[in-house]
Nanobody, 127 residues
């Protein structure tokens, strides 16, 4: 019922910044909580950040807190991930996801907590 498309990935040198966008289709975007996950080669998909449907609550993994910021603009049906001070360990395919789970507040860190996923966008950090 909601389609998600990520954009904004690319190649950046360590210490640089990127802003990822996730555009959603449908009239009910504002009722979904949103999450960002990433998957590096040979690794399992891991939680990065999440934001509630109102934008009033945000969550971050310990490895990105203080460097990444998640935000949303419901009028534009878009969620963002601002990534600063990037390092090589941030290299991965980044996915956005949408959730209507009643238990989202407790499952926001696991992929099973989300029912809809984008196709992913590659982020490569060098040096």
């Amino acid at each position: 019922q909601v389609q998600l498309v990520e954009s904004g990935g690319g190649w950046v040198q360590a210490g640089g910044s990127l802003r990822l966008s996730c555009a959603a289709s449908g009239r009910t975007f504002s009722s979904y909580a949103m999450g960002w996950f990433r998957q590096a080669p040979g690794k399992e998909r891991e939680f990065v950040a999440a934001i509630s449907w109102s934008g009033g609550s945000t969550y971050y993994s310990g490895s990105v807190k203080g460097r990444f910021t998640v935000s949303r603009d419901n009028a534009k049906n878009t969620v963002y991930l601002q990534m600063n001070s990037l390092n090589v360990e941030d290299t991965a395919v980044y996915y956005c996801a949408a959730s209507r789970s009643a238990a989202w507040s407790t499952v926001h860190r696991v992929p099973a907590g989300y029912g809809y996923w984008g196709q992913g966008t590659q982020v490569t950090v060098s040096s």
